[in-house]
């Protein structure tokens, strides 16, 4: 039976995780560029940990100047088996009130100004993004909020919008017509990144406003954001620390075989793929390479 290696990314206000034994802040190359941060590794309830903050200690990156890739890069470098993103959003519906956390299983991708695939021309590769989030994650998450009576929705798309400024009334709308539930600015490409990588995902997007669609709430103010921000933190390193050990240091593999996604999602044939990618790809695809 294989080790879980839990990967934590951070979004805006989580930037490290205490209770960690032997915590140790460490910096990894990637040949994708600079991550947005070191990672810190420890150990928490026998299960080997590595926490990467998404925006840099100090929320130094935008949505979109993160390098996504290097970011997924380095967690595969590090060890990690499997990947919970936390990260702050605007809700879409009434009942998803600030300080609600919700366990996206969809999403809608309307970034435009990110690199999306570690694969390109000269090594071309297609995944499955059906179902973007691994059940597995999602139990332990649902478990953990429970326990620490953290207000959750399970189930719910995603929007993910470029940033990095917020939503116009118009724009607002027109995703609500869609029957999407929360926004956000940086869970893609990261859901595709990892899948890419065979590491199962899921997110906890943290509530912190109504975007501006709502009547009373129709202006989104960095302030009040802020205010719920730091509140949201604070339960999501609570509510890490209890999904740890639900998943244990015994690892058992993702339902939706997420661990072998390459091996029918490689299309170019070996002889002529680019030596220069396949290079790049020694972490991300060295399973299947």
């Known amino acids: 039976m294989s080790e879980t290696v839990l990967g934590i990314i951070g979004g805006s206000g989580v930037y490290d995780i205490d209770g960690l034994q032997d915590p ?13 941060d070191d990672v810190l590794t420890g150990i928490l309830d026998g299960v080997r940990m590595v926490f990467l903050p998404r925006h840099g200690r100090g929320h130094r990156q935008s949505p979109s100047s993160i390098n996504y890739r290097a ?11 499997d990947v919970i993103s936390v990260s702050a959003c605007g809700s879409f519906r009434e009942e998803l009130t600030p300080g609600t956390f919700v ?12 690199q999306k695939s570690f694969f390109g021309p000269g090594f071309v590769a297609h995944v499955s993004m059906a179902h973007p989030t691994c059940p597995k994650l999602m139990d ?29 009334l118009a724009e607002s ?27 199962p995902y899921a997110t906890v997007a943290m509530v912190t406003d109504y975007d501006c669609w709502h009547p009373d709430h129709d202006n989104v103010e960095v302030a009040a954001v802020i205010q719920v921000l730091l509140s949201n ?31 029918v999602a490689i299309i170019t044939s070996p002889e002529a793929r680019d030596p220069a990618i396949t290079a790049k790809l020694d972490a991300v695809a060295g399973r299947v390479l």
């Open 233 to 263: 933190a604070d339960k999501a390193r609570a509510l890490v620390k209890r999904v740890a050990p639900k998943l244990g240091p015994d690892r058992t593999p993702s339902p939706l075989g997420i661990e072998t996604t390459l091996d």
């Open 103 to 114: 366990l996206v299983d969809q999403f809608i991708d309307r970034t435009f100004d990110r």
């Open 173 to 199: 709308n027109l995703y609500r017509s869609w029957g999407c539930d929360v926004i956000g600015m940086t869970n893609m490409p990261e859901a595709k990144l990892a899948r890419e990588a065979e590491l």
């Open 140 to 168: 332990a998450l649902e478990k953990a909020a429970q326990e620490e009576n953290i207000p959750y929705h399970r189930g719910g798309t995603y929007l993910a919008m470029e940033g990095p400024q917020f939503s116009s």
């Open 71 to 81: 970011n997924i890069d380095v967690l595969k470098r590090a060890g990690v088996t």
């Open 24 to 36: 140790t802040w460490q910096r990894i190359e990637s040949p994708w560029g600079e991550a947005s």
